[in-house]
Nanobody, 124 residues
Framework: QVQLVESGGGLVQPGGSLRLSCAASGSIFSINVMGWYRQAPGKQRELAAHITSSGSTNYADSVKGRFTISRDNTKTTMYLQMNSLRPEDTAVYYC??????????????????WGQGTQVTVSS
């Protein structure tokens, strides 16, 4: 139905920056909410940021002021600009999408589609 492919991960030193990309294909007309999630070693997957079809955004407290989520003009590619990276940001970052409205996504804490993930490692 919807396919999501992440790219842009890699190794960066503390204080550095990376930009992740997520390309969406398939029945993209059904997508209302997209987001970035991350899973660090030994920890549960957690939300980093969400963006709605209208452009509204939401961030986890741990990344506010450092990360920025956005979409291109076609609304088929989503980005996560990550600045001032810290070792604790090390994780596999996943692109996700949902056909539900924002309120439902927040309430159910679920998404319909997931990418394969891209590794981000912050280390000196």
């Amino acid at each position: 139905q919807v396919q999501l492919v992440e790219s842009g991960g890699g190794l960066v030193q503390p204080g550095g920056s990376l930009r992740l990309s997520c390309a969406a294909s398939g029945s993209i007309f059904s997508i209302n909410v997209m987001g970035w999630y991350r899973q660090a070693p030994g920890k549960q997957r957690e939300l980093a940021a969400h963006i709605t079809s209208s452009g509204s955004t939401n961030y986890a407290d741990s990344v506010k002021g450092r990360f920025t989520i956005s979409r291109d003009n076609t609304k088929t590619t989503m980005y996560l600009q990550m600045n001032s990276l810290r070792p604790e940001d090390t994780a596999v970052y996943y692109c996700a999408a949902s056909s539900s409205d924002w309120i439902t996504v927040i309430r159910t804490r679920s998404m319909d589609y997931w990418g394969q993930g891209t590794q981000v490692t912050v280390s000196s």
